[in-house]
């Protein structure tokens, strides 16, 4: 199945941005200027005529392939199962991916018959858990190969979704016709982060939203190299010729409020709160609920017999610390420490309306 019918109403041509219709089981034909489009293995191949940075993206798609192609010669070829329950994996990236994503499954609530696209799908975990949460979903890469990994979900689970094959920079979705966007470690590969934003926020209906997370952020005085050594994989992957960047947290604020998107975000720890398996999320909500919270920075250092161990302890006793959990005094300096360190965060950008 190819599950297209259901996302004709939402599609346009990538080339003259008309209309799409329906031509036969195996083909769309764009209104405007007659373009047919078609599928490989129920994945359709949506990418314009066009394509902006196309050797660059090319180039990136055959490093993605390589890379799986190394990971196989070194006895790593995931059984159906590894794609079945991710991002349920021990591997820490996807330990947090899992919690960012219950995180983001409780802030984009209701889930039920709204759009969603996951953007950089690859594998297609997040478009199928957004399918059950009840979502009319679809998965959208540039490289068709990862997304086929997306058949194991659809072969063996009670979910549908559509794929297709597209370009960021590009989008063949109508103007307001998607409700959610979801992007996992995706942002910062783009080769025009501010084009795919502005594609972002012209597909997104008024009161649309987008989560991003595991985005890569650096604080503004980092060094180069600082940059290149953040992630392990950042120096492998660019020697396979994947486009890795990272930018500061307000580079990414201002890129979305000029696509006309509000921009705030959430931190996993100080914004949400489990209680008997439900998620509270709102900016600062554990410090302000919390009477015992300890701030990170002063909790590590309290033990310590040394200075700043003992300037941990001065700042605590005061309780002055608290005066900057107050909730008119945080949300001004939680940006800014967000910006200034490393700390996770998830980006979340809204289409006023
Ligand atoms: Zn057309």
Not at 7 to 20: E, G, I, R, Y
Not at 42 to 69: C, F, V, Y
Not at 91 to 99: M, N, R, T
Not at 298 to 316: E, S, V, Y
């Amino acid at each position: 199945m190819n599950y297209l019918q259901a996302w004709t109403n939402s599609l346009q041509c990538s080339d003259c941005h008309k209309p799409l219709h329906i031509a036969s089981s195996d083909t769309v034909s764009c209104s405007g200027c007659g373009r047919k489009f078609e599928h490989e293995e129920n994945i359709w191949n949506m990418l314009p005529s066009r394509i902006a940075h196309q050797e660059g993206k090319d180039r990136e798609q055959e490093g993605w392939t390589q890379k799986t192609e190394k990971d196989k010669k070194a006895g790593w070829e995931p059984p159906p199962e590894h794609y079945l329950s991710l991002p349920d994996h021990p591997h820490p990236y996807y330990q947090s991916a899992l919690w960012y994503l219950k995180i983001v499954l409780e802030c984009g609530k209701p889930w039920t018959d709204k759009r969603v696209l996951e953007l950089g799908a690859a594998e297609c975990w997040g478009t199928r858990h957004f399918a059950e949460a009840g979502a009319e979903a679809a998965a959208l890469d540039y490289d068709p190969e990862r997304m086929k990994k997306g058949r194991i979900l659809l072969d063996h689970l009670p979910v549908r979704f559509a794929r297709f094959r597209g370009d960021a920079e590009s989008l063949p979705f109508r103007d307001g016709s998607l409700d959610r966007i979801f992007c996992c470690s995706v942002l910062h590969h783009f080769f025009d982060l501010p084009k795919a934003v502005k594609e972002i926020s012209r597909t997104l209906r008024p009161g649309g939203i987008f989560f991003g997370i595991h985005e890569a952020f650096h604080p503004p005085y980092y060094t180069k190299e600082q940059i290149l050594n953040m992630s392990e994989d950042n120096l492998p992957n660019i020697s396979e010729g994947i486009h890795e960047d990272s930018y500061p947290l307000h580079f990414y604020r201002k890129v979305f409020c000029k696509a006309g998107m509000t921009f705030e975000l959430i931190h996993p720890r100080w914004d949400v709160s489990e209680k008997e398996g439900k998620l509270k999320v709102s900016p600062g909500h554990v410090l302000y609920n919390n009477p015992d919270y300890i701030p990170e920075m002063f909790g590590n250092r309290i033990h310590r017999q040394d200075i700043p161990g003992k300037i941990a302890r001065l700042i605590l006793g005061t309780g002055i610390w608290r005066l900057a959990a107050h909730p008119a005094v945080f949300p001004l300096i939680r940006f800014q420490l967000l910006n200034w360190t490393l700390r996770d965060k998830i980006i979340v950008a809204r289409k006023p309306g």
